[in-house]
C-alpha cells in the first residue's frame, strides 16, 4: 500500500511554512513526523495534494524549562519519555513501540486530534496550553480544554501552524499515574486515564483525571476530581471516587470492547492510577 | 507529479536520485538503490520487518518518505557486518537459531541494535518492550530474545539493568 | 537432559548435535532473496480490483479510463478467460470415494459474481509498482450486492442465503468416520458431558506475504512464487495453461513462512502466468498484508458439538464429535479435507472404543479455509483436551490422572477408527512435563496471587497428532481421495572432489532442512555437513517432489535422502572393498573415512572414492561411473508425534485480561537430528497458539466485511506479549522411517490452546466460570465473569458458554 500522487516541499521558516500551506490550497497539509498522517495516507484514507514538511523547523525541537516547560511541536515522543516530564513521559514511553517513538512529535500527535491516541489526554489533565502560529507570527493560545473539538477534529485553523506545548507548571511537580489497558504493548489504547494528585500533608489539595478514548475527544473526569479534593488519598477514597470515572462518557465501541467494558475499565484504570499516584514521590 | 532530489548516504555510500515524493524510504531501499534486506510485511507500521536505522535511530522505513531522509545517513541491514564480519548482533542471532525463514531478520536485528545503544545491558523484560514493534510468525521470540540478550553479554558485560 | 545432547558415534556423529544453520549466514546479512528482491528487465505490475461486497452480481467493469492511462499494457476481467487460454478453474484436489462434494467453479478472476470481500474482479498490468495500484483505482465497478450468508450455523438453515444458487444448498459435503458403536458407548456411560466448543477463524499471517514474478521464455515460462508447493504448482500451471509441463519451471526462492497458507495454487500464479505468456513481459504482482488478510485463505473456523461419555472410575466409553467446517466462499486445493485430518486422531492419546465423527462442510459469503499450521489436528486436540478437562471436573477426578486411565500403553496402537499408531510413550512424557513442576511451589503463588486480586491458573494438554503426509495407498484416489500421491523424492550427488549437493523434493521455508538434511548425509557419507549443500524448491532441478507441509518434510522428505545416501554409499563401499582388496559388506563409515572393519589405517575418504569414481580406470566390473542417486519413498504408514503440555496463567478478574506466566512443552518427535531446531519449531507452534488462544481473530460483520483488515486489528502477539517457552523432549523412534523421526513443525501448535484455554478455565472456577470458548480477549472473559457473578456460574449453564458472536 503507497499513498496517492502529491507534491512536496519543504519549509525552512514556519512562516515560509504557512506560505506554502496557504498556496497549496485546502487539500495541502503538514508534515512533521508522519507517524499519523503517513498510514493514513498508504491505506488512502487520507490523500492530501501538498505536503509542507517541517523537518528543517529545529526552532520547534526541544524541551525548555523556563518556571513552566515549553515543548516544541517537532519533539519526538522519544524525547518527551526521556525528559523527565512526570505523567507526560510515563505516557509517551507507552506510545506504539521505539522506531515510532522516535519519530512520531508531540505537535504531530495533538495536531492530528485522534481520541485513541496516548498525549491528548494527558495534555488535557496537564491543563497544557497549545501555542499555534500564523502568518506574520501572529500566535494564538488554546488551552488543551478548548483544542479538541471532535474526532480527528481540533480549534487549528488551516491558516495555523501548531508550534509548542505549555505548561505553567513543570508536569514532573505532580504525583501521577498513567494506566493504558490495550491488548497487545504496540496497540492503541482502548482506554488510559492520567491521574494528577497533588497533596497537603496526607490531604488532596488538588486532584486532575484525563481519560482518553472514553468519546470522540479526550475527557477530563471532573466527578473524580471533586471527590477527591479535600480528602485522604486512601483506598476508600479512591475506590468511591474512581466509581464515578466513567460518568458523562460516551466511549465508542469497537472490536475489542463494547461500551460497559470500556466503562468498567475507565473506573478499573483509574483507581489504579490513582494508586500509582498515592505510591509515587 | 514532480519529482524531487533526494541526497543521502546509506551505509557509508552517497546517493543522490530524484524520486516522485511519495516513494517510500523502504522502496527507495528496496527499488532504487538494490537494496532488498530491507522487507515490507505490513501496511501499517505494525511489523517493524522494514526498520532500519534514520541518523542513528530505528524507524519503520515503510512510514518515512524518502524525501524526508534527505541530508540524513541511513544505515541498513546490509550495513550491519558481512558473512565474513559479522556484527556481534549478526553472530548471536545466528549462534542461538534466532531466526528461521528470516523474512523478520534484516528488521529485528536493526531495532535489536537501537536498543543496545540505548541500554548496552538489558534484561528478558527489556528486550521483549523493545521488540514490541516487531513481529515474527515462525520463532515465537524466544531465540530472538536469547541472541538479544546474548549479543548484549558478548558486547559490553556489566549489570543488568531494566 | 536427554540423549541428542551426546554426539552420536557412528558415522561422523553430526545427526544429534545442536549445529548451527546452514542457512543463516545469508539471511542474517540482507543477502537472501525472496520474491519480492527478483524484478527482471521489462517487467510489468499487477495489481487487483478486489470486491468490496460478501456477495454481489457484477453488474458492469468499466475499464476504459484505466486502459488509458499511461504505462498500462492491459486490464483482464473474469470474461478473458478464454482469451487468456486459461482452460479451466482452480483445482480442489479431494475427490473421496462415495462422497458426494459439492464443488463450485472458481476462477481466477470472478465471472458474474463475488461471493466474498477481496474476491478479484480484474487485474491491471502496466508499468511502476506504484502506477499501478493507482491505475487499479481506475476501474469502475458496478455490483448489485444480494443475500449473505456469513454465521455458519445459520447458514445450513432453510431459507438461508445461496452462496452458489446453482448448488441448491450450503452444504458442501457430509462424512462420517466411525470405528466403534457411539451410541452403545454413551448408554453405557455414567456421565455424559456435551459441549459446543468454538474453533474461531484465524490467519496464517506469515510476515512475509504472497507474491509472484512470472516470466515468458520463448517457449514456456518460468514462475516465481512463495510458495511450499513448488511441484504442484508447476503441475497445474502445464493442466490449465496447456503447457507441457517441462517447459514450466516454478521456483520457489526464499519462503518468508508459510503456515499452510502457501500450499495452495492461487489464482494469481495461474492469472500472472497466463498474462506474462500473452504479453510476453515479465509480470510481478506482490500481495500487499491488507489482501493477505482478506484473500489468502483463513484457518480453523469451526464449530464442535463435542459429547463424551464416561464410567465412574474414569474410563471414556466413547467420544461422538458433530464438526460444523466453515469452508468460506470457494472450495480452494485442500479445502474440504481438513477437519478429516483432525478425524484422524480423535481418540488423542486414549484407548477410546468407541469415537465418530461426522463433518459437515458449509459455504459461508467468506474468503475460504484451507490448511493452517496443523490444518484439523488443533481443532481435534482442543475439543478432546479440553473435554477431558471438563470430564474430569463431572467426574471430581484429577485432570491428570483421568488422562493417565485412559491413555493408550502398548504400540502399535490400532485406534477405534482403525488408524494405526506407530510408537508413544505417553506416560513418559507427562511424567517428564510434571518434573518441571512443583506444584506446592504452584499452590503458594496461586495463593499470593489471589491476595493481590489476580487468579492463576494450571491447564495441561496431551497430545498425539498425524503426520508424515502420507502413504499415497492411504490418502489417495482409491482411499482417502486426494488426487495425488504424497511420497517424497531424494538424490544425492557426489561432485568430483568429494562434496555433495543433494536435492529434495520438499521445499523448506525455515524449517532448516538445509542443515538438518546435510547432517544426515554427511554421518552417511563421512563428509563434512559444510561441503553438503541442499537445495529445493526449484522444479527445473531435482527430481519431482511434493512440497513441504503436514510436518512431512524430515519424516518422509528425510527418509528419501536416507535412502539415496544409502544407495551413494553402497556404491562407495564396492568402489573401496573393490580397491581395498575387501568385501564389501566389511566397510563402514568411521571418522570421515569408508574403512575396513578391524583395519583402521586401511581406508578411502569420499574424496579419494569420487575420484575413482569420476576416473573409472579402476572400478569393478560392470559398475557405472559417477557417484548419484536418486531415491523415491512412499511411506508405510503415517508418523504420531506426542507429548505433554501445560500452561500456567494469570487472569486479572478485574479486566479480564489473561496472561502466559509460563508455558511448558514436552514433546516426542522421535531421535532428534538438530536438538535446536527442534526446540524453534516448538516455541513457534506454542506461540502460534497463544495467538489464536489470546489474541488472533479474523472476524467479519452480518455484512460480510472483513472488521480485521491489518495487522492493527489482527492482533499477532509480538515479543512483548508471550512469555519464553520451556521445553523438553522425550525420544521414541518411530518404526516407520530408518531414522525414527516424526514431525515436530505443527505439534506446538496442535497441543497448545487446549493448555491455554484449560488454565484459564482453572483459573476462573473459583469465580464461577466452568467453561468458555477462545478467544480469550479481554471483553470476553469479563462477560463471562460479569455472568458467572449474576447467576452463580457461567459455561455449563449455556452449553456453549459463549456469548458473543460465533466463530
Redesign the interface.
Known amino acids: 500500500m503507497i499513498p496517492a500522487e502529491f507534491d512536496y516541499v519543504v519549509a525552512d521558516s514556519v512562516d515560509d511554512a504557512l506560505g506554502k500551506l496557504a498556496d497549496g490550497g485546502e487539500d495541502a497539509k503538514l508534515l512533521a513526523g508522519g507517524h499519523s498522517l503517513l498510514p493514513l495516507m498508504k491505506l488512502r484514507l487520507a490523500a492530501p495534494t501538498l505536503l509542507v514538511d517541517l523537518r528543517r523547523l529545529r526552532d520547534l525541537e526541544g524541551i525548555r524549562r523556563n518556571g513552566g516547560v515549553s515543548i516544541g511541536a517537532r519533539t519526538t515522543h522519544h524525547a518527551v519519555a526521556t525528559g523527565d516530564l512526570g505523567v507526560l513521559s510515563s505516557a509517551a514511553a507507552t506510545i506504539a513501540d521505539q522506531q515510532v517513538r522516535n519519530r512520531g512529535t508531540i505537535g504531530g500527535s495533538l495536531a492530528h486530534g485522534d481520541p485513541a491516541s496516548d498525549l491528548p489526554g494527558v495534555v488535557l489533565a496537564l491543563e497544557g496550553t497549545i501555542v499555534a502560529q500564523s502568518a506574520g507570527g501572529a500566535t494564538r493560545e488554546i488551552p488543551a480544554a478548548d483544542f479538541f473539538r471532535d474526532y480527528l477534529e481540533t480549534a487549528l485553523e488551516p491558516t495555523e501552524i501548531l508550534t509548542e506545548v505549555r505548561f505553567d507548571e513543570d508536569p514532573s511537580a505532580w504525583r501521577h499515574g498513567y494506566e493504558k489497558f490495550h491488548r497487545r504493548q504496540e496497540d492503541w489504547p482502548m482506554v488510559a486515564v492520567s491521574a494528577l494528585v497533588k497533596l497537603d500533608g496526607d490531604v488532596v489539595a488538588d486532584a486532575r483525571i484525563g481519560l482518553t478514548h472514553m468519546s470522540g475527544v479526550p475527557l477530563r473526569a471532573t466527578a473524580v476530581e471533586e471527590a477527591l479534593k479535600g480528602g485522604r488519598l486512601d483506598a476508600g477514597t479512591i475506590k468511591a471516587a474512581s466509581d464515578q470515572a466513567a460518568e458523562g462518557t460516551s466511549p465508542p465501541a469497537d472490536l475489542n470492547a463494547t461500551e460497559d467494558y470500556k466503562r468498567h475499565l475507565a473506573r478499573v484504570l483509574c483507581a489504579r492510577a490513582l494508586r500509582q499516584a498515592a505510591r509515587a514521590g | 507529479?514532480?519529482r524531487?532530489p533526494v541526497s543521502l548516504e546509506v551505509n557509508g555510500t552517497h546517493y543522490e536520485r530524484e524520486v516522485?515524493?511519495?516513494?517510500?524510504l523502504v522502496?527507495f531501499l528496496?527499488?532504487d538503490l538494490g537494496?532488498?534486506?530491507?522487507?515490507?510485511?505490513?501496511?501499517?507500521?505494525?511489523?517493524?520487518?522494514c526498520?532500519c536505522h534514520?541518523d542513528g535511530?530505528?524507524?519503520?522505513s515503510?512510514?518515512?518518505?524518502a524525501?524526508?531522509a534527505?541530508g540524513s545517513a541511513v544505515k541498513?541491514?546490509?550495513g550491519?557486518?558481512?558473512?565474513a564480519d559479522?556484527h556481534p548482533l549478526?553472530e548471536a542471532?545466528?549462534?542461538h537459531?534466532g531466526?528461521?525463514?528470516?523474512?523478520?531478520?534484516?528488521g529485528m536485528?536493526m531495532?535489536s541494535a537501537?536498543?543496545l545503544a540505548r541500554n548496552p545491558n538489558p534484561d528478558?523484560a527489556a528486550?521483549?518492550?523493545?521488540?514490541?514493534?516487531?513481529?515474527?510468525?515462525?520463532?515465537?521470540?524466544?531465540?530472538?530474545?536469547k541472541a538479544v540478550l546474548a549479543a548484549a553479554e558478548a558486547t559490553q558485560p556489566r549489570e543488568v539493568s531494566a | 537432559m536427554s540423549v541428542a545432547d551426546e554426539p552420536k558415534t557412528t558415522g561422523n556423529g553430526f545427526v544429534g548435535r545442536a549445529m548451527r544453520r546452514k542457512e543463516d549466514p545469508r539471511l542474517i546479512t540482507g543477502r537472501g532473496r525472496y520474491v519480492d528482491d527478483l524484478t527482471p528487465q521489462g517487467t510489468l505490475w499487477c495489481a487487483f480490483v478486489r470486491s468490496t461486497e460478501a456477495h454481489a452480481r457484477i453488474v458492469s467493469i468499466d475499464k476504459s479510463e484505466a486502459e488509458a492511462l499511461p504505462g498500462v499494457h492491459a486490464v483482464y476481467t473474469g470474461e478473458d478467460m478464454e482469451a487468456l487460454g486459461i482452460l479451466d478453474a482452480l483445482p480442489m484436489a479431494w475427490v473421496p470415494p462415495e462422497v458426494e462434494v459439492r464443488n463450485a467453479k472458481h476462477w481466477p478472476l470472478a465471472r458474474g459474481e463475488v461471493k466474498f470481500v477481496g474476491d478479484p474482479i480484474a487485474v491491471v498490468i502496466g508499468e511502476g509498482r506504484y502506477a499501478m495500484q493507482d491505475a487499479a483505482e481506475s476501474v469502475f465497478v458496478d455490483l448489485e450486492p444480494l443475500p449473505v450468508a456469513i454465521d455458519l450455523e445459520a447458514a445450513l438453515r432453510d431459507g438461508a442465503p445461496l452462496v452458489h444458487e446453482e448448488l441448491g444448498t450450503n452444504r458442501v459435503h457430509d462424512w462420517t468416520l466411525a470405528g466403534g458403536d457411539v451410541e452403545a458407548a454413551m448408554a453405557e456411560a455414567d456421565v455424559v458431558v456435551e459441549r459446543r466448543i468454538v474453533n474461531h477463524r484465524t490467519a496464517g499471517a506469515p510476515i512475509e506475504t504472497r507474491g509472484v514474478v512470472a516470466e515468458p521464455r520463448g517457449v514456456g515460462m518460468t514462475l516465481t512464487s512463495s510458495t511450499q508447493v513448488p511441484h504442484f504448482v508447476r503441475l497445474f500451471l502445464a493442466l490449465l495453461l496447456g503447457e507441457s509441463e517441462e517447459k514450466v519451471r516454478v521456483i520457489a526462492p526464499e519462503v518468508g513462512g508459510g503456515f499452510g497458507t502457501k500450499l495452495q495454487v492461487c489464482g494469481e500464479e495461474v492469472l500472472l502466468a497466463a498474462a506474462a505468456r500473452k504479453l510476453g513481459r515479465p509480470c510481478k504482482w506482490i500481495e500487499t498484508r491488507s489482501e493477505n488478510m482478506m484473500v489468502t485463505h483463513h484457518g480453523r473456523d469451526q464449530i464442535d458439538y463435542v459429547k463424551m461419555g464416561a464410567k465412574r472410575d474414569g474410563t471414556v466409553t466413547g467420544v461422538h464429535v458433530k464438526i460444523l467446517a466453515d469452508m468460506g466462499a470457494y472450495l480452494m486445493l485442500l479445502t474440504p479435507t481438513i477437519p478429516s485430518l483432525g478425524a484422524f486422531v480423535m481418540s488423542g492419546c486414549y484407548a477410546f472404543d468407541a469415537v465418530q465423527t461426522d463433518i459437515t462442510g458449509v459455504y459461508t459469503n467468506k474468503c475460504p479455509t484451507d490448511a493452517i499450521r496443523g490444518a484439523g489436528r488443533p481443532e481435534a486436540t482442543h475439543m478432546i483436551e479440553v473435554t477431558m478437562d471438563q470430564l474430569a471436573h463431572e467426574l471430581g477426578m484429577d485432570r491428570v490422572e483421568l488422562r493417565r486411565k485412559n491413555f493408550i500403553t502398548e504400540f502399535p496402537a490400532e485406534t477405534a477408527l482403525g488408524i494405526v499408531y506407530d510408537s508413544g510413550d505417553y506416560h513418559g512424557s507427562l511424567d517428564k512435563l510434571l518434573e518441571h513442576f512443583d506444584v506446592e511451589a504452584f499452590e503458594r503463588e496461586k495463593a499470593d496471587a489471589a491476595k493481590a486480586g489476580k487468579r492463576l491458573g494450571v491447564g495441561y494438554s496431551t497430545y498425539t497428532e498425524i503426520c508424515g503426509l502420507a502413504p499415497s495407498r492411504v490418502t489417495g484416489p482409491q482411499g482417502f481421495g486426494l488426487q495425488t500421491g504424497l511420497w517424497e523424492s531424494g538424490m544425492v550427488r557426489v561432485h568430483f572432489t568429494g562434496a555433495v549437493t543433494a536435492y529434495t523434493g520438499c521445499s523448506p521455508h525455515g524449517q532448516g532442512q538445509e542443515t538438518t538434511f546435510a547432517q544426515i548425509i554427511a554421518d552417511r557419507l563421512g563428509v563434512d555437513p559444510a561441503n553438503v549443500e541442499i537445495m529445493h524448491g526449484d522444479t527445473g532441478t531435482g527430481p519431482h517432489g511434493l512440497g513441504t507441509y503436514g510436518s512431512r518434510t524430515t519424516a518422509v522428505g528425510g527418509e528419501a535422502i536416507v535412502r539415496a545416501t544409502n544407495k551413494v554409499a553402497d556404491k562407495a563401499k564396492r568402489i573401496v572393498a573393490h580397491m581395498l582388496e575387501a568385501a564389501p559388506e566389511d566397510i563402514e563409515v568411521e571418522d570421515g573415512k569408508f574403512s575396513v572393519k578391524g583395519s583402521p589405517g586401511k581406508g578411502m575418504t569420499m574424496a579419494e572414492i569420487a575420484g575413482a569414481a569420476f576416473i573409472p580406470d579402476n572400478l569393478p566390473e560392470d559398475m557405472e561411473p559417477g557417484l548419484e542417486e536418486t531415491a523415491f519413498y512412499d511411506p508405510s504408514n503415517f508418523v504420531f508425534p506426542f507429548g505433554a503440555h501445560a500452561a500456567i496463567v494469570e487472569v486479572d478478574p478485574e479486566t479480564g485480561r489473561v496472561d502466559v506466566r509460563r508455558y511448558v512443552a514436552v514433546d516426542d518427535c522421535g531421535p532428534a537430528i538438530n536438538p535446536t531446531i527442534i526446540d524453534g519449531q516448538v516455541h513457534g507452534g506454542v506461540v502460534h497458539s497463544i495467538g489464536q488462544a489470546l489474541y488472533e481473530q479474523v472476524h467479519y460483520d452480518e455484512a460480510g466485511q472483513l472488521v480485521t483488515g491489518t495487522f492493527v486489528d489482527y492482533c499477532l502477539p509480538s515479543a512483548a506479549d508471550v512469555p519464553s517457552i520451556e521445553t523438553d523432549r522425550t525420544e521414541t523412534p518411530s518404526p516407520v522411517n530408518q531414522l525414527g523421526v516424526k514431525g515436530i513443525g505443527e505439534a506446538g501448535t496442535i497441543a497448545s490452546t487446549a493448555a491455554i484455554t484449560n488454565a484459564v478455565i482453572d483459573a476462573l472456577r473459583p469465580e464461577g466460570i466452568t467453561f468458555i470458548n477462545m478467544p480469550l480477549t479481554p471483553v470476553r472473559v469479563w462477560e463471562a465473569l460479569n455472568e458467572a457473578r449474576e447467576t452463580g456460574s457461567a459455561g455449563e449453564a449455556r452449553r456453549d458458554g459463549d456469548r458473543r458472536e460465533t466463530t
Open positions: 507529479m514532480s524531487v516522485e515524493p511519495r516513494t517510500l522502496h528496496r527499488d537494496l532488498t534486506g530491507t522487507h515490507v510485511g505490513c501496511d501499517t507500521s505494525n511489523c517493524g520487518a526498520t534514520l535511530d530505528a524507524v519503520k515503510c512510514t518515512v518518505l524525501v524526508q534527505d541498513t541491514i546490509e550491519m557486518g558481512t558473512e559479522l549478526q542471532f545466528w549462534a537459531h531466526l528461521q525463514c528470516g523474512y523478520c531478520t534484516p536485528i531495532a537501537d536498543l528478558e528486550v521483549r518492550e523493545a521488540l514490541g514493534g516487531n513481529l515474527c510468525r515462525c520463532t515465537g521470540y524466544h531465540n530472538i530474545v
